[in-house]
């Protein structure tokens, strides 16, 4: 089955700061790469996701990149913020299959003021 | 709300007891996932439904886990003679389907077996 590996762990950056998670995932027909953000105690969030027929995907501060080849995905922030702190997973699935989400171990980031 | 309701939000059980959960998905979502969340970890997957038909189990879903989901709308979850071990946070999402598929996800209800 699928497996995704997740990285930093915990992740401290300075306000207005870029802060970058990178993912790995092990099954080359994965198409579909969601990434959730989780404060303490609530559901977690989708913030942005991205398909295997796109390279790049941007929203306000937050982009993803992919690379097919690398089997590889990552978040990137941009002028981080205090309310940017959180634990952000990232995924993968097989959007014919089910769409079951494989998530990552999670990061910490902590945005510090 | 018209987000992903999950209830209770927090259940003490002894072990050995039997619980139950339910999830009311967003209207019109005709999928419905149940994962799982250990402090620390990420979401496991347990289970889906397609409308009423329950279409794959994970193989961390033991024999004493049951869900059904009997009208297509809100589901259950049944954890049956409950061990130290299944103590986590139980998400529910859901989703349109399709190809622009989106998993939302319910706040979870969190089980504690002492």
């Known amino acids: 089955g699928e497996n995704v590996e997740q990285h930093p762990s915990t992740l401290s950056v300075q306000e207005g700061d870029s802060a970058v998670i990178k993912c790995t995932y092990s099954d080359s027909a994965s198409n579909y790469f969601p990434w959730y953000k989780q404060e303490l105690g609530k559901r977690p969030q989708l913030i942005i996701d991205i398909r295997s027929n796109v390279g790049e995907k941007k929203d306000q501060r937050i982009a993803v990149t992919l690379n097919k080849t690398a089997k590889h995905f990552s978040l990137h922030i941009t002028e981080t913020q205090p309310e940017d702190s959180a634990v952000y997973f990232c995924?993968?699935?097989?959007?014919?299959?089910?769409?079951?989400?494989?998530f990552g171990g999670g990061t910490r980031v902590l945005v510090k003021p | 709300d018209t987000g992903v309701s999950q209830n209770p939000r927090h259940k003490i059980t002894k072990r050995g007891q039997n619980v139950t959960f339910r999830c009311d998905p967003i209207?019109?979502?005709?999928?419905l996932y149940w994962y799982r969340q250990t402090l620390g970890q990420g979401p496991e997957f347990l289970t889906y439904f397609q409308n009423e038909a329950q279409l794959e189990k994970s193989r961390l879903l033991s024999d004493r886990f049951s869900a059904e989901r009997p009208k297509g709308s809100f589901s259950t979850l049944e954890i049956q003679r409950t061990e130290q071990g299944d103590s986590a946070m139980y998400l529910c999402?859901?989703?349109?389907?399709?190809?622009?598929?989106?998993?939302?996800f319910g706040s979870g209800t969190q089980l504690s077996v002492l």
């Open positions: 209207s019109e979502h005709n999928r």
């Open positions: 999402a859901s989703s349109l389907g399709g190809f622009d598929e989106k998993l939302f």
């Open positions: 995924a993968a699935s097989i959007q014919a299959a089910g769409n079951k989400l494989t």
